[in-house]
């Protein structure tokens, strides 16, 4: 047992049946927002900022899906 473990982030709740998971990234300066799109009305819920892709892929572990199947919007 220690004392100064790193802790596992809480899984992020979301309706899969209403939302899907999402990176909007800027293609002039490339920054990410990891977020869910709403699936009916289009919208982006921004959820926090990715500052490299090691964000997007514990945001990714933490919803529950790979990597490689989340979608992109620029």
């Known amino acids: 047992m220690s004392l100064f473990r790193k802790k596992e982030p809480p899984p992020i709740p979301y309706d899969p049946a209403a ?3 999402a990176v909007r990234a800027s293609i002039c300066t490339g920054e990410m927002v990891v977020g869910f799109l709403d699936r009916k009305s289009g919208k982006f819920r921004e959820y926090e ?3 490299s892709q090691s964000d997007v892929d514990a945001f990714c572990r933490r919803v529950g899906i790979d990597a490689k199947d989340i979608r992109q919007i620029y």
């Open 19 to 21: 939302q899907e998971p």
């Open 49 to 51: 900022l990715a500052r």
